[in-house]
Every structure is written in structure tokens, then in C-alpha cells.
């Protein structure tokens, strides 16, 4: 009662200072765990009414208890509102990631800094984001090309760079477990510090110590954080370490909590910065053997026969370096790029190209390779879908066309690095 008593006196003691007057009409308080005696008393001395949860807040709904999952429909609606205006169907793999990494997981994000997460909740909102990556909308579903734990893989683990939402709630939970305990120059902290934990540390305390709701609200929030940690002896020590490190708290919890896989060795070449992401995107699933080849589609047609020699099956080991007639293209630019060394797999490519220098001429060589499978895919497509056929000619210059394209993009003197 004293500290609304104090907080009410100061909002008065503003207004009078500004001139304004508090518009008791339009001013409402709302309770949560204290006695009826309290809260008629409150409300006589400030005249202001009684509100009721949940109410909106910056866009979000507040509620003393834990959110349901219905209460998240706000959230749910506003990414399907979101996806549903944009003509997904038009856009490329790479313009979706765009979309998904600025607009949506913004949305997102300001959620998961604040609330923890239904389960169920989570899978609604990474089945929006799959279904528009690899569909474009989110009422179609299908077979996604890549797992979306691999999505959310950093690019230097073979993924996307996107956050697991369960991962990313537990790391912003995670801080705020934290700021209990170090942020000093919180004034909420050093209230709850000054008549709580008093000289007591937040992992020192037990279940035993008070009956206070905030009291047991800090126990749970403690043991949360084990919880997110795994449970381990270690836990203490981890948590310093993540203190301690270069960046965000809740970046580097973030990355103890996500999923984790072994290095990639072709990250230098496919997420070159001068590339232009419809090649990076192409690339990553050419490397990853996910693009949708006719080896991969035997469960729905009978034909897998290369649409380009008519020999082989159709694969991805085939399509890009063993077949015939691509075989023409690769050499055609080879010999223009003067590249010598041996790329009879697209993995040996990769390899050779990862060890090409850190100059214009290196990086070029790099987004060559990319720009060349973006070809290949795109004139299998269109002779598969639309029935056009372009030469071996045609698509050279198609090649240089591109090429030219992102090195005058990047390099004003481009005159003076003559290939050919």
C-alpha cells in the first residue's frame, strides 16, 4: 500500500509540475495476489478503476498467470495476415528467406522476449514459416526440401542462419532469470533484492524460506534455469561463462541451447558476400543432394531419365558434372575462368574453389560455380516445364551476362580483370 501511496503522490506532484491533470475516466489499475482489504483501499485513495485481465500492451496481451495458447492468436494471425498478402507463389526460395529472417521472425521475436511458449504454440508458428519458405502461402503443405532443424542451422553448420523459437524463448528467459540476479541498476531488481532475496543470492535460496508468491516465483524461475541449462552440476559455471563472453547474454545462451552439427567446408564458397542469394540458395540445396531431381520424384512419374543427354538417369551427381551435354557448359567456362584443377563432382568443385584467394578474381571464381548451377537448374526446369531448349551457346552468354552483372555490382574497376 505505501508503494502506490508513493507512486500515486508522484504522478500528482508530475502533473502539477507539467500543468496536467490525471483523467480518472480513463486511468484503470489491475491486481494480482493481494488481499480484497488492499485492493478497496487502493482503489478509494486512487479514485482510478479496477481493470481486468488480460489487457493489451504495446500490441501484447498481459496476464498475470501464464498465457494459454489461445492467447497467442493475436501473434498467429497477424503472420498468416502477413504471408497471405504477399504473392509468395512469385517469389524465390531466397526472397522468401528474406522475408521470413526481416518481417516475420521481427514479429516474432518481440513475443519470445517476453512470454514463454506453449509447445503447441511453437509448432504453429514454425509450421508458417516452413510452409511459406517451401510453399509460398501457408494453407499448402508439402514435403519441405530441407529439415527445418538443418534451416536453422548457422550458415557455418550447413543451415539458413534462422533462430529455433524454442531455443530463442528459452535463451530470453534465460536473461531474465539473469537480471534477478546481477542487473544492479534496475530499480525493480534492487526492490526485489532489497525485500526478498536481501543478502541471499537467487541460487542460494530455498523452497522453505518464505511463503512470499514473489519468493517462490524466483525458486521456480531459478530452477528454470537449471532446467534450460540440462540440469547439470555445471550449470553455475556455464552461466558465468555465458556472462562473461564477447556479446549479448542472451545471444551466447542462445547458442548453448540450440541444436548443433559439425562444421561445412563449403560455406566460403556457397554464401559468398558478392553472390546474389537465388545462386547462394540454389547452390545450398544442390550441395546438400535436396534440390528435386528425378531420381528423388520415382514415387510419382516413371521417367528419370536426364532431360539433357536422354542417357542416365537424372541425379545430382549426374546433372551438374556427369552428364554429357552439361560437361560442354562447365568446360566452356572453366576455360574462360582459366581454371585448371579437376571438379568431376560438384563436391570437388566446392573444395577447389574454397582454396581460390580473397581478390576480385577469387570471389568470382566462387560465384561462378553458383551462377553456373543456377543455370543448369533453371534450363533443366524450363525444358521439363515449358518445353523451351536453349544451347550451349546461348547459356554461355547467359553465364556472362550474370557474371558481368555482380562484378559491376561490386567492383568499379571491373574493366581492368579480363577473363577469356
Not at 49 to 69: K, M, T
Not at 167 to 180: D, H, M, T, V
Not at 194 to 201: E, P, T
Not at 250 to 258: G, Q
Request: aromatic content about 14%; proline content about 3%.
Amino acid at each position: 500500500m505505501a508503494s502506490v501511496s508513493c507512486l500515486f503522490q508522484q504522478l500528482i506532484s508530475f502533473g502539477e509540475i507539467l500543468g496536467l491533470q490525471i483523467n480518472v475516466s480513463k486511468s484503470s489499475i489491475y491486481f494480482g495476489g493481494v488481499s480484497d482489504s488492499i485492493r478497496h483501499s487502493i482503489l478509494a485513495n486512487t479514485g482510478f478503476a479496477e481493470g481486468s485481465f488480460p489487457f493489451r500492451y504495446l500490441g501484447v496481451p498481459l496476464s498475470p498467470h501464464r498465457l494459454l495458447a489461445s492467447q497467442f492468436s493475436p501473434l498467429l494471425h497477424k503472420l498468416e495476415s502477413a504471408v497471405n498478402g504477399w504473392l509468395g507463389r512469385n517469389l524465390s526460395y531466397a526472397g522468401r528467406a528474406e522475408l521470413l529472417k526481416s518481417v516475420l521472425y521481427g514479429m516474432v521475436q518481440f513475443w519470445l522476449n517476453i512470454f514463454p511458449f506453449p509447445e503447441v504454440v511453437i509448432k504453429h508458428v514454425t509450421s508458417i514459416c516452413r510452409n511459406f519458405l517451401w510453399t509460398g502461402n501457408t494453407l499448402q503443405s508439402k514435403s519441405a526440401l530441407v529439415k527445418w532443424h538443418t534451416v536453422c542451422l548457422p550458415k557455418s553448420e550447413g543451415g539458413l542462419g534462422f533462430f529455433d523459437f524454442k531455443a530463442r524463448n528459452n535463451s530470453f528467459l534465460a536473461k531474465l532469470i539473469w537480471n534477478i540476479h546481477l542487473k544492479s541498476d534496475s530499480i525493480w531488481i534492487n526492490w526485489v533484492h532489497q525485500y526478498y532475496l536481501q543478502s541471499s543470492s537467487i541460487w542460494d535460496i530455498t523452497a522453505h524460506s518464505t511463503s512470499s508468491p514473489l519468493w517462490k516465483s524466483t525458486i521456480l524461475f531459478r530452477n528454470s534455469l537449471f532446467d534450460l541449462c540440462g540440469g547439470h552440476p555445471q550449470s553455475l559455471s556455464l552461466m558465468a561463462l555465458w556472462n562473461s563472453s564477447k556479446g549479448a547474454f542472451s545471444a551466447n545462451a542462445y547458442d548453448y541451447l540450440r541444436f548443433r552439427s559439425s562444421q561445412v567446408h563449403w560455406r566460403r564458397v556457397i554464401w559468398e558476400p558478392w553472390s546474389l542469394p537465388r545462386f547462394s540458395f540454389i547452390m545450398w540445396l544442390a550441395i546438400l543432394g535436396r534440390l528435386r531431381t528425378r531420381d528423388r520424384l520415382r514415387f510419382i512419374q516413371n521417367n528419370s531419365t536426364c532431360i539433357f543427354c536422354h542417357v542416365e538417369d537424372e541425379s545430382h551427381t549426374h546433372l551438374f558434372f556427369g552428364c554429357q551435354w552439361t560437361s560442354l557448359l562447365w568446360n566452356r567456362i572453366k576455360q574462360w575462368l582459366h581454371i585448371t584443377r579437376n571438379m568431376s563432382t560438384l563436391d570437388k568443385a566446392v573444395r577447389a574453389l574454397c582454396k581460390s584467394g580473397s581478390g576480385v578474381v577469387g570471389r568470382m571464381k566462387r560465384i561462378s560455380l553458383a551462377i553456373t548451377v543456377y543455370i543448369i537448374w533453371e534450363e533443366r526446369n524450363k525444358r521439363i516445364f515449358d518445353g523451351s531448349c536453349s544451347t550451349i551457346a546461348s547459356l554461355f552468354r547467359n553465364f556472362q551476362t550474370r557474371f558481368y552483372t555482380v562484378l559491376h555490382f561490386h567492383e568499379d574497376d571491373h574493366f581492368s580483370f579480363q577473363f577469356g
